[in-house]
């Protein structure tokens, strides 16, 4: 089946540092979403992107869509402590099922 | 703003033992979803269901049961656990259509642990 592989597994970054990321799938995806697990919480959506190519932006946050459909990235510019917590890449596998990534798990020190 | 609801919030259970998890949606969603989360391996599909009367089978899931209630609550049942079921549970839910179809809502999380 589908799987999502998430890199770096973990990072440890200064405060105001930028911080990038990336998800990789074994197939192509038309649709990727980005969460953010904060400790002791479920998942909240960041960011969603539909199309190859395509560049969005959520405040400090920005998210891109692979040219090849088969990857996505997420940078976070100037972090901040609160930006702590486990990012995860998500796409749909079929019309209703939802496939999550490994995580990348950020911490960020003062 | 309940959201989605789960319960129980934490729970440790001997080998062999069977429970259910409990989970409620108040956002009129189509779809639910179960989902286990351990340590480097993301969040994996249990089963989810895509309308009321309907269940599928995710990633991984043997050793699990699912009842669709109604629209609202969407249950997991562990029929005779086991130390590897040791996980943090997650219950999500979403619309099947229309803009705000690709944003998952979740759960706060069911921890569970087997011993």
């Known amino acids: 089946g589908q799987q999502l592989n998430q890199s770096p597994q973990s990072m440890f970054i200064q405060e105001g540092e930028d911080v990038s990321m990336n998800c990789t799938s074994s197939?192509?995806?038309?649709?990727w979403l980005w969460y953010k697990q904060d400790p002791g919480e479920g998942p909240v959506l960041l960011i969603a992107?539909?199309?190859?190519?395509e560049l969005t932006s959520n405040g400090r946050l920005t998210a891109q869509f692979g040219t090849t459909r088969k990857d996505s990235f997420l940078n976070i510019s100037a972090s901040i402590p609160s930006d702590v917590g486990i990012y995860f890449c998500?796409?749909?596998?079929?019309?209703?099922?939802?496939?999550f990534g490994t995580g990348t798990r950020l911490k960020v020190l003062a | 703003n309940a959201g989605v609801t789960q319960t129980p919030k934490f729970q440790v259970l001997k080998t062999g033992q069977s429970m259910t998890l409990q989970c409620a949606q108040d956002?009129?969603?189509?779809?639910m979803y179960w989902y286990r989360q351990d340590p480097g391996m993301g969040l994996r599909l249990i089963y989810y269901?895509?309308?009321?009367?309907?269940?599928d089978k995710g990633e991984v899931p043997n050793g699990y049961n699912v009842s669709r209630l109604n629209k609202r609550e969407f249950s997991l049942r562990l029929e005779s656990a086991a130390p590897s079921q040791t996980s943090v549970y997650f219950c999500a839910s979403r619309f099947n259509t229309g803009p705000s179809g690709n944003t998952i809502y979740f759960g706060e999380g069911s921890w569970l642990t087997v011993v």
């Open positions: 992107l539909y199309k190859a190519g």
């Open positions: 956002m009129n969603h189509n779809s």
């Open positions: 197939s192509i995806f038309n649709t």
């Open positions: 998500a796409g749909p596998s079929g019309t209703y099922k939802y496939i």
């Open positions: 269901s895509a309308s009321e009367g309907t269940t």
